[in-house]
C-alpha cells in the first residue's frame, strides 16, 4: 500500500499562509522599486538585518507572554535543541538566501507582475519532489495542483509562451529555490521554535547577503535612501512577519497545500503592481487569478479516506 499525506490541514494555518501570502505578494512591488536603486545582495543584507531587529523584539514579547501562561518559551536549554537550532537555522538561512537573491536579482529585468507570477512555479514542482520522498498526495490535491498550473499559465504568458527574457529565467531558478526552502521549512518545523527559526534563518540570510554586499561594493547612499522604503517594507513585512507566519502555518499544512497557498502571492502580486506601480491585469489573466483561487480552495478540501 502506497504511503499517503495524512496531515489534516488547519484552517487557522491556512488563514495565517494566506495573509503572508498577501504580504509576499505585496513585497514585490516594493523589491522591484529597490532593485532600481541598489543590487540583489546590498538589498537582502539591509532587508535582512532590518528584519533581524524587528524579530529580535518579536521574540522577547512572545517569551514575557509564554512565561505569563506558564509555556515553555522554546529557547535552547540543551545540547541537542542548540543543535538544532544551529542546523535548521544555516540549512533554512542559506535556502532562504539564494532564492531571495535570484528573484531580487531577476526583477532588475522583468516587471513585478510576472516576476511573482513565475515565482509561484513551485506549486508544480513541491508534489513532485513528495513523490520522491514516497509521500503521495490525495487525488483532490492533484486536481487542485491541475488548477493552479492552468491558472499560472493564464497569469504568467498572457500572450503565450513568448517573448521570455533573461529576468524571465532568473526568477524560474529562484522557484527551484524557493521549493527546497519550503522543504528545508517542513522538515525542521517541529524541532525549533517557529519565531526562533525565523530569526536565524532569517540571520544567516543576512550574514551571507552582507559578504556579497562587502565583496561587491557598498551601494552609495543616496541610493540607499531612495531605497529605504522598499527596504523597511521588504525587512518587517515580509522577511520579520510573513516568513514568522509561514514557518507556524507550515506545522499546520502539508507541503502541497502550502505550496498551493503560498502561490497565490503572484495574485496578491499583481493588485501590489497595480497599486503602487499602474499595473493593471486583462481579462485572461484575471481568469487565471479565479482558477488558481479554486485550486487553493479545493486543496483544503478533505479527502476520501482509503480503506482495505
Known amino acids: 500500500m502506497n504511503d499517503r499525506i495524512e496531515k489534516k490541514n488547519n484552517p487557522l494555518s491556512a488563514l495565517l499562509l494566506l495573509v503572508a501570502a498577501a504580504l509576499w505578494g505585496f513585497t514585490f512591488a516594493f523589491q522591484d522599486m529597490g532593485a532600481d536603486h541598489i543590487d540583489a545582495g ?111 499559465y493564464l497569469l504568467s504568458f498572457s500572450k503565450g509562451p513568448d517573448g521570455i527574457n533573461p529576468g524571465d529565467m532568473i526568477i524560474m531558478i529562484s522557484a527551484l529555490l524557493w521549493t527546497v ?7 525542521f518545523k517541529y524541532a525549533i521554535d517557529g519565531i526562533r527559526l525565523s530569526f536565524y534563518q532569517t540571520l544567516t540570510q543576512g550574514l551571507i547577503a552582507t559578504a556579497v554586499m562587502l565583496v561587491k561594493g557598498l551601494p552609495a547612499m543616496e541610493n540607499v535612501m531612495a531605497a529605504l522604503p522598499a527596504i523597511l517594507f521588504a525587512g518587517i513585512f515580509s522577511s520579520g512577519i510573513a516568513f514568522t507566519l509561514q514557518i507556524i502555518a507550515q506545522g499546520g499544512l502539508d507541503p502541497t497545500s502550502a505550496s498551493l497557498i503560498m502561490c497565490l502571492e503572484s495574485v496578491f502580486g499583481a493588485i501590489g503592481g497595480f497599486l503602487f506601480q499602474g499595473q493593471t491585469l486583462t481579462g485572461r489573466e484575471l481568469a487565471g487569478c479565479a482558477i488558481m483561487f479554486a485550486g487553493i480552495v479545493i486543496s483544503q478540501l478533505p479527502g476520501r479516506e482509503k480503506t482495505k
Do not use: E, N
Not at 542548540?82 to 533554512?92: A, K, M, N, P, V
Not at 526552502?181 to 522538515?187: A, T
Open 42 to 152: 546590498s538589498f537582502l543584507a539591509m532587508r535582512s538585518w532590518t528584519a533581524c531587529v524587528f524579530l529580535f523584539f518579536v521574540i522577547k514579547i512572545a517569551d514575557k507572554i509564554k512565561i505569563s501562561k506558564g509555556i515553555p518559551t522554546g529557547q535552547p536549554t540543551t545540547h541537542t535543541m542548540r543543535r538544532h537550532y544551529l542546523t535548521g537555522g544555516l540549512i533554512c538561512g542559506a535556502s532562504l538566501f539564494f532564492a531571495s537573491f535570484f528573484q531580487q536579482a531577476g526583477l532588475a529585468y522583468t516587471t513585478t507582475a510576472k516576476a511573482s507570477f513565475i515565482t509561484a512555479l513551485y506549486v508544480i514542482i513541491v508534489p513532485i519532489t513528495c513523490v520522491f520522498r514516497k509521500q503521495f498526495p490525495k487525488a483532490h490535491v492533484w486536481f487542485a495542483v491541475g488548477l493552479g498550473v492552468i491558472g499560472l
Open 181 to 187: 526552502q519550503i522543504l528545508c521549512v517542513d522538515y
